[in-house]
């Protein structure tokens, strides 16, 4: 979680720094208030609302259908005599934890773009603008997330598969 941490602190840095520094002529604000400000708005209150709502679906239906296998369970069981630190739904939990602070992250992205964002400033504009980018690259990391569990979950599929067809 300090790695995650510290990525986004680097993207949003990062992010930070080009808006600010391939700015010309102080016409960031301008850009940001005609073109950026309320599409921003919409699109990151309504990514928050849907990630809320897909969040619970998402960890139901993994817990159901991977973390509740018996592969699964097997699996970690023999993981565990390497790690004795791992637990079955570790990944889950931490999978869960993620997607609510990109949930929370969207919301705050949201509402800084009206709260902040009218401050008739090229930084105030650039911090909103790299804040978005900050957002999109978490939630980047949380679809990639998840495709490893799925991916994870076809694996044990397909392992139990091949027990199934060798019986």
Known sequence: MRLLKLIIILIFSASLWAILYFANNHTIFHFYADKMRTPLFTGFLTLGGFLLSLKTFILVKLKEDLYDLPSYKKRVLERKKLNPNLTLYGPLTRLGTFLI????????????????????????????????????????IAWWQIRVSINEWFLILKESETEDAEQ
């Open 101 to 140: 602070y990109c949930v929370l992250l969207s919301l705050i992205t949201a509402v800084l773009q009206f709260s902040f964002g009218f401050l008739e400033s090229d930084f105030a504009a650039s911090i909103c603008l790299a804040l978005s980018v900050t957002t999109i690259s978490v939630i980047f």
